[in-house]
């Protein structure tokens, strides 16, 4: 699920083969990774990914869109490997074994809190 006003969410979720089969992503994460959000500029993505600014804006309306679009991709990278099972959980077993822990909260003096 893309979140966010739809300004900002990337015309494509997957880039055509026109954007030079993902370079444009792949600059702007070294570019953002370089200079952060605020520092990026996308003369300098479009440049080293031998594109045209224009290019770039004809498929992300913005700057914050291309980030979101890299961001994603980055954070598919990581959870993809780290993916895990619920039912394979250490705690989800214990719990459908045993009986479900009364959550509550501890009182103060058992937080070895002191009275100020």
Do not use: N, W
């Amino acid at each position: 699920m893309v979140c966010g006003p739809a300004s900002l969410r990337p015309k494509y979720l997957t880039l055509p083969a026109s954007m030079s089969s993902l370079t444009v992503p792949a600059t702007a994460k070294a570019e953002f990774s370089q200079h952060g959000i605020a520092g990026a500029r996308i003369d300098r993505i479009a440049k080293a990914a031998r594109t045209s600014k224009e290019r770039v804006y004809a498929y992300f309306s913005s700057k914050v869109a291309l980030y979101r679009f890299v961001s994603a991709q980055e954070l598919a990278a990581v959870a993809e490997p780290t993916r895990m099972d619920p039912t394979t959980c250490p705690v989800t077993q214990a719990a459908s074994t045993t009986t479900s822990p009364t959550i509550r909260p501890l009182p103060a003096h058992e937080l070895g809190a002191t009275g100020t």
